[in-house]
């Protein structure tokens, strides 16, 4: 069956920087989009970065300049590179996957940003 599962989250202090890691499995990712949304408490979940399966990416005005989204399609996998994260960024983080009609969640990765 189809399985996203995100790793890399953490506790982090203002100003450092973490990786996450969704690794996709049970079809061919190739052709999705595949990016990383998060949910903060009280609050909607909100897109963070997305990326094609060709590479163009997009992201939330919030993280421009501090992430960064890049896959390896020869692994199944979709990364996110956070720098220079803030309090405001603490969040569970998801892996999401789309095609068409198809969408993918994975199942959360917790990034506490604090001193």
């Known amino acids: 069956q189809v399985q996203l599962v995100e790793s890399g989250g953490g506790l982090v202090q203002p100003g450092g920087a973490l990786r996450l890691s969704c690794v996709a499995s049970g079809r061919n990712f190739s052709p999705y989009v595949m990016g990383w949304y998060r949910q903060a408490p009280g609050k909607q979940r909100e897109l963070v970065a997305d990326v094609t399966g060709t590479g163009s990416s997009n992201y939330a005005e919030s993280v421009k300049g501090r992430f960064t989204i890049s896959r390896d399609n020869t692994k199944n996998t979709v990364y996110l590179q956070m720098n220079s994260l803030k309090p405001e960024d603490t969040a569970v983080y998801y892996c999401?996957?789309?095609?068409?009609?198809?969408?993918?969640w994975g199942q959360g990765t917790q990034v506490t940003v604090s001193s």
């Open positions: 999401h996957a789309f095609l068409s009609r198809r969408t993918y």
